[in-house]
């Protein structure tokens, strides 16, 4: 189960869990592959956000060990974070972003 100052991983079976947070807190998903550039860039960056913001938990899916997850999502470019907030997605960000702005992006949820 993810904690609140690090991103940990999670699998199919801990998703539903992860994402119904009954705290009504603000949970992101970073769907990502080993071998995916990009994702190994934004890696520090979701572990320096989930420090800094207690606020919203964060855990990490690996979209080739959770084929039918990823599916299910629909998740067709890595990285891909899913916003969810009571168990509903409410955003999805794209690709590797700065800390500044995907850190600005998140926080409008916490309003």
Known sequence: MANNDKAVD????????????????????????????????????????????????????NVDENKSLSGKFNITSIPCLIVFKQGKEIDRITGALPEEVLEEKLKKHLK
Request: hydrophobic share 50%.
């Open 10 to 61: 999670i699998s199919e079976r801990d998703f539903e869990k992860t994402i119904n947070s009954k705290d009504k807190q603000v949970v992101v998903i970073d769907f990502y592959a080993e071998w995916c550039m990009p994702c190994l860039m934004l890696a520090p960056v979701i572990e320096e956000l989930a420090a800094k913001i207690k606020t919203i938990k964060f855990a990490r899916v």
